[in-house]
Protein backbone atom coordinates (compact mmCIF):
# COMPACT_ATOMS: atom_id res chain seq x y z
CA UNK A 1 0.00 0.00 0.00
CA UNK A 2 1.62 3.16 -1.04
CA UNK A 3 0.08 6.65 0.62
CA UNK A 4 0.28 10.08 -1.05
CA UNK A 5 0.74 12.98 0.81
CA UNK A 6 0.86 16.50 -1.14
CA UNK A 7 2.06 19.65 0.27
CA UNK A 8 3.06 23.07 -0.88
CA UNK A 9 0.18 24.84 -2.02
CA UNK A 10 -1.46 27.99 -1.28
CA UNK A 11 -1.99 31.64 -2.61
CA UNK A 12 0.88 32.45 -4.62
CA UNK A 13 0.41 35.96 -7.25
CA UNK A 14 0.61 35.45 -11.24
CA UNK A 15 4.15 34.72 -12.16
CA UNK A 16 5.86 33.50 -9.13
CA UNK A 17 7.50 30.15 -9.03
CA UNK A 18 6.10 27.06 -6.80
CA UNK A 19 6.86 24.15 -6.23
CA UNK A 20 4.73 21.48 -4.69
CA UNK A 21 5.65 18.02 -3.07
CA UNK A 22 4.81 14.32 -3.25
CA UNK A 23 6.04 12.09 -0.33
CA UNK A 24 5.35 8.38 -0.10
CA UNK A 25 4.30 6.70 2.75
CA UNK A 26 4.51 2.62 3.15
CA UNK A 27 7.02 1.95 0.51
CA UNK A 28 9.44 3.80 -1.60
CA UNK A 29 8.77 4.96 -5.27
CA UNK A 30 10.77 2.50 -7.23
CA UNK A 31 9.27 0.49 -9.87
CA UNK A 32 6.13 3.47 -10.03
CA UNK A 33 5.29 6.35 -11.98
CA UNK A 34 4.52 8.78 -10.34
CA UNK A 35 2.47 11.87 -11.57
CA UNK A 36 0.51 15.15 -11.36
CA UNK A 37 -3.06 15.73 -11.73
CA UNK A 38 -4.95 18.73 -11.73
CA UNK A 39 -8.83 19.80 -11.31
CA UNK A 40 -9.64 23.55 -11.53
CA UNK A 41 -13.30 24.92 -10.45
CA UNK A 42 -15.69 23.32 -13.07
CA UNK A 43 -13.51 21.26 -15.48
CA UNK A 44 -12.39 17.87 -14.90
CA UNK A 45 -9.43 16.37 -13.78
CA UNK A 46 -7.19 16.45 -15.92
CA UNK A 47 -3.11 15.40 -16.70
CA UNK A 48 -0.06 17.32 -16.03
CA UNK A 49 3.13 15.85 -15.70
CA UNK A 50 4.19 12.16 -14.92
CA UNK A 51 7.78 10.78 -14.01
CA UNK A 52 9.05 6.98 -14.32
CA UNK A 53 10.79 6.67 -11.23
CA UNK A 54 13.31 4.13 -12.58
CA UNK A 55 14.24 5.68 -15.43
CA UNK A 56 13.61 9.73 -15.13
CA UNK A 57 11.47 9.47 -17.83
CA UNK A 58 9.44 12.35 -17.82
CA UNK A 59 6.18 13.30 -19.64
CA UNK A 60 4.17 16.70 -19.95
CA UNK A 61 0.68 17.76 -20.76
CA UNK A 62 1.69 20.16 -23.58
CA UNK A 63 -0.55 22.58 -22.19
CA UNK A 64 2.34 23.04 -19.24
CA UNK A 65 5.57 22.46 -21.48
CA UNK A 66 8.16 25.13 -20.62
CA UNK A 67 6.58 26.15 -16.96
CA UNK A 68 5.99 22.88 -15.52
CA UNK A 69 9.14 20.55 -14.53
CA UNK A 70 8.81 17.51 -12.74
CA UNK A 71 11.91 16.37 -10.67
CA UNK A 72 12.50 13.49 -7.86
CA UNK A 73 15.01 13.03 -4.73
CA UNK A 74 15.52 9.73 -4.41
CA UNK A 75 16.66 10.35 -1.19
CA UNK A 76 13.98 11.96 0.41
CA UNK A 77 11.38 9.66 -1.75
CA UNK A 78 10.02 12.28 -2.87
CA UNK A 79 8.19 13.61 -6.30
CA UNK A 80 8.36 17.41 -7.23
CA UNK A 81 6.11 20.34 -9.64
CA UNK A 82 8.13 23.61 -10.34
CA UNK A 83 5.63 25.48 -11.54
CA UNK A 84 6.89 28.81 -13.20
CA UNK A 85 5.31 32.18 -14.23
CA UNK A 86 2.11 31.20 -11.91
CA UNK A 87 -0.80 31.82 -14.20
CA UNK A 88 -4.82 32.38 -12.61
CA UNK A 89 -5.86 29.60 -14.61
CA UNK A 90 -3.49 27.44 -13.18
CA UNK A 91 -5.66 27.38 -9.81
CA UNK A 92 -6.55 24.11 -9.08
CA UNK A 93 -6.79 20.96 -6.85
CA UNK A 94 -3.22 19.77 -7.49
CA UNK A 95 -3.16 15.96 -6.97
CA UNK A 96 -0.23 13.19 -6.96
CA UNK A 97 -0.73 9.96 -8.41
CA UNK A 98 1.59 6.50 -8.77
CA UNK A 99 1.20 3.30 -10.57
CA UNK A 100 3.07 0.55 -11.82
CA UNK A 101 2.01 0.96 -14.92
CA UNK A 102 2.59 4.50 -17.00
CA UNK A 103 -0.36 3.87 -19.26
CA UNK A 104 -2.43 4.14 -16.02
CA UNK A 105 -0.88 6.76 -14.55
CA UNK A 106 -1.42 9.18 -18.30
CA UNK A 107 -4.67 8.39 -18.54
CA UNK A 108 -5.58 8.80 -14.41
CA UNK A 109 -6.15 5.17 -13.82
CA UNK A 110 -3.40 4.86 -11.24
CA UNK A 111 -3.58 3.23 -8.34
CA UNK A 112 -3.17 5.54 -5.47
CA UNK A 113 -3.59 9.12 -4.65
CA UNK A 114 -3.33 11.60 -2.87
CA UNK A 115 -5.85 13.78 -1.21
CA UNK A 116 -4.52 16.84 -2.97
CA UNK A 117 -3.40 20.23 -2.43
CA UNK A 118 -4.85 23.72 -3.25
CA UNK A 119 -3.01 26.36 -5.63
CA UNK A 120 -4.79 29.80 -5.82
CA UNK A 121 -3.15 32.38 -8.36
CA UNK A 122 -4.07 35.91 -7.69
CA UNK A 123 -3.85 38.55 -10.75
Known amino acids: QVQLIESGGGLVQAGGPLRLSCAAS????????VGWFRQAPGKEREFVAA????????YYADSVKGRFTISRDSAKNAVYLQINSLKPEDTAVYYC????????????????WGQGTQVTVSS
Open 26 to 33: GRAFTGYV
Open 51 to 58: LVWTSGST
Open 97 to 112: AADAWTQRVRTGEARY
